[in-house]
């Protein structure tokens, strides 16, 4: 119940696509469900975040859209850039628990 | 603002020897986590401190792992005797005296133990 099942394990675009990612879980409890970006080499930062309260934020090209009663929620990358090429992880927490990553996407925008 | 450091960034060691891998967070940051992130996975939350005292160590093989942090500050975790499926990045976190509640974990670079 603690899982987080993202999919897909990897995607390629091309400069200007909107690569989507997408998340899953069953743990109703969770209130918090993060985005991680994750270059190569580097430790995972936080990219946006969003609480089960609302549907959808957007963060400059970055959009979560959140679906409750589906238990979903996705990552879309606007007008995505080779910059943009890296590994993705989605996760969630429960209030006062650990959080949980997903498996993460890798992420290459093509020029 | 300093980011969480960490070091060794890379160390190679043969199974069944041990090593340690050390963690300063952020200033001011109450809680320090470690995590496991095996290549192609997601970071695994193995220990989770506030201040000097231990939050969660439920995903800590306790029987070769361990971790410390004294004084509240710095960290280091300890593995001994590595075994092969303990190669991977080991991550520190830290977050700011609202812990998760505010959401954000900021990472170091990781430390990446390879067991030959």
């Known amino acids: 119940q603690q899982q987080v099942k993202q999919s897909p394990q990897s995607l390629i675009v091309q400069k200007g696509g909107i690569p989507i990612i997408n998340c899953a879980y069953e743990n109703t409890a969770f209130d918090y469900f993060p985005w991680y970006q994750q270059f190569p080499g580097k430790g995972p930062a936080l990219l946006i975040a969003i609480r089960p309260d609302v549907s959808e934020k957007k963060e400059g090209r970055f959009t979560i859209s959140f679906n409750k009663s589906a238990k979903q929620f996705s990552l879309h990358i606007m007008d995505s850039q080779p910059g943009d090429s890296a590994t993705y992880f989605c996760?969630?927490?429960?209030?006062?628990?650990?959080?949980?990553f997903g498996e993460g996407t890798q992420l290459t925008v093509n020029p | 603002e300093a980011g969480v450091a960490q070091s060794p960034r890379y160390k190679i060691i043969e199974k069944r020897q041990s090593v340690a891998f050390w963690c300063n967070p952020i200033s001011g940051h109450a809680t320090l986590y470690w995590y496991q992130q095996i290549l192609g996975q997601g970071p695994k939350l193995l220990i989770q401190f506030q201040n000097n005292g231990v939050v969660d160590d439920s995903q800590l093989p306790k029987d070769r792992f361990s971790a410390e942090r004294l004084k509240g500050v710095d960290s280091t975790l300890k593995i001994q005797p590595a075994k092969l499926e303990d190669s991977a990045v080991y991550l520190c976190?830290?977050?700011?005296?609202?812990?998760?509640?505010?959401?954000?974990?900021?990472f170091g670079e990781g430390s990446r133990l390879t067991v030959l």
């Open positions: 996760a969630a927490r429960a209030s006062g628990s650990r959080l949980t």
């Open positions: 976190a830290s977050t700011g005296p609202g812990g998760l509640f505010n959401g954000e974990l900021f």
